[in-house]
């Protein structure tokens, strides 16, 4: 069983008893990631029009950075990898997105750390979820 929530640009997206969800913004096919952003200082803004997969890199940046979400497309979910620097940084959300508890969270601080984020633009706000420090 499962809630159907196809809307829009949304071909076929679910949400099954069990808490987890299928289908894909936009099309039937799988996503590549895009080019890796790699921000050079303070900011970064993601066309979200022009892909659903991102990573940051924040290797470069040089401090924490600022992130700017553009072009949303309602029901579409959007995931960004972001890989740790040698120097911590966080990122900053737009007020736009919602996370579990109202906080957000603090990307793992561990040199070449892996972090998931997965929003879902439902036309007003990014309903998001977090997946912290991945490794082999």
Do not use: C, E, M
């Amino acid at each position: 069983d499962y809630t159907d929530l196809t809307d829009g640009g949304v071909s076929a997206l679910h949400i099954h008893d069990h808490g987890t969800l299928s289908g894909l913004a936009d099309n039937d096919h799988a996503q590549a990631f895009q080019d890796d952003l790699v921000p050079p200082g303070t900011t970064q803004t993601i066309d979200l029009s022009t892909g659903n997969n991102w990573t940051i890199d924040l290797a470069s940046a040089t401090g924490d950075v600022t992130l700017t979400l553009s072009n949303p497309i309602a029901g579409a979910i959007y995931l960004i990898k972001v890989i740790q620097g040698a120097v911590a940084r966080d990122l900053i959300w737009p007020g736009t997105v919602f996370w579990i508890g109202g906080t957000p969270p603090v990307i793992t601080i561990t040199d070449n750390a892996l972090d998931i984020v997965q929003l879902l633009w439902d036309g007003t706000n990014y309903i998001s979820l977090f997946n912290q420090d991945f490794s082999s």
